[in-house]
């Protein structure tokens, strides 16, 4: 009996090692649990968001987020600036006056994201966004300003072009969508139609936004990450990286030959896009003079943030032959 009793009996400490095993799944669940809930609250707030719930009282079903400083300034002097671009509106259909605003820039700069700002609360109405897809066989074969002609405005309108005529100036010849000869033609003759353009009355704004090409490539990575702006990336936005000094040569030659007094460019350093979009509809607010509007401090702009054309020149030809020293 004591051999049968010696074979069956175990040793007491043999399941030990289970046990710490488990007590070590245990201490570590907690830690699982708080990473799973810090990777849930790594989501951006949506704009407008901090400024609307500022100063409202505490609650059960409410919870505290922290904000940066920045973001709440930010929100705050949006949501006055897209007031006051009420009011200009409002003006500009009394006045029966005729806006275009182009953008152009970079791929990835910002453009479109501005553009949203402005037109957010405008009475579309009285406001178009022109986003033109790639010519037709038939588009291909009229003269090319037709197409962006007739999307000109009527008296009391506002048209924003999300890349408009200047595609000849750099895309188009980087790119090798059309001849040296094209973009040549193209580089004289669009001086004297903005000439005509803004002799007959319309308002003409032209901003060119820069970004640098270490931004540029973090926008392109967290576009092909993100499901809601995976729309903006193709195959041509990536090579932008690769033909940066192309586009920058581009670049400088437009400036040169398409900045006059009557249609000049204005620069939007984009690195910082929420700087960036205050600074374009400040700009755009202090050239239209309509009733109630706001001091000219506080539609003063960044002069680091926005640059007038001649300046980008005078920029460019100290820093042509340095690429690494430009901005974008």
Known sequence: MKKGNNKTSKPKNQKAPKSKQIS??????????KEVKSKKLKKKLSEHTAFKNKGKPKKKNRKAVWVKKFTLGYEEDLHKLQIELLKMQKHVKNAGLRIVALFEGRDAA????????????????????????????KER?????????????????????????????????????????QNKRFLKDVPMLEEMIVKDGI????????????EQLARFDSRETDPLKQYKISPVDRMAQDLWDDYTVR???????????????????SDNKKLARLNCIKHILSKINYDDRISKKELHTDPNVLISGIEEIR??????LKPTELPG
């Open 315 to 320: 920029f460019l030809e100290k820093h042509l």
């Open 251 to 269: 670049k400088f030659q437009m400036l040169n030959e398409t900045n006059r007094t009557l249609a000049p460019w204005t620069i939007i350093r």
């Open 141 to 181: 074969s009229q003269w090319y300003f037709q197409r962006y002609i007739q999307e000109l405005p009527s008296a009391g309108e506002i048209v924003l072009f999300d890349r408009s005529w200047y595609n000849r100036a750099m895309v188009e010849p980087v790119m090798g969508f059309c001849s040296d000869e």
């Open 110 to 137: 910002g453009k479109g994201g501005t553009i949203k700002r402005i037109t957010e609360h405008l009475n579309p109405r009285g406001s178009r966004v022109v986003a033109l897809l790639a010519p037709s066989d």
């Open 24 to 33: 070590a799944k245990a201490k570590s669940a907690p830690k699982a649990k």
């Open 203 to 214: 308002k003409l704004f032209k901003f060119f936004f820069s970004v640098s090409k270490d």
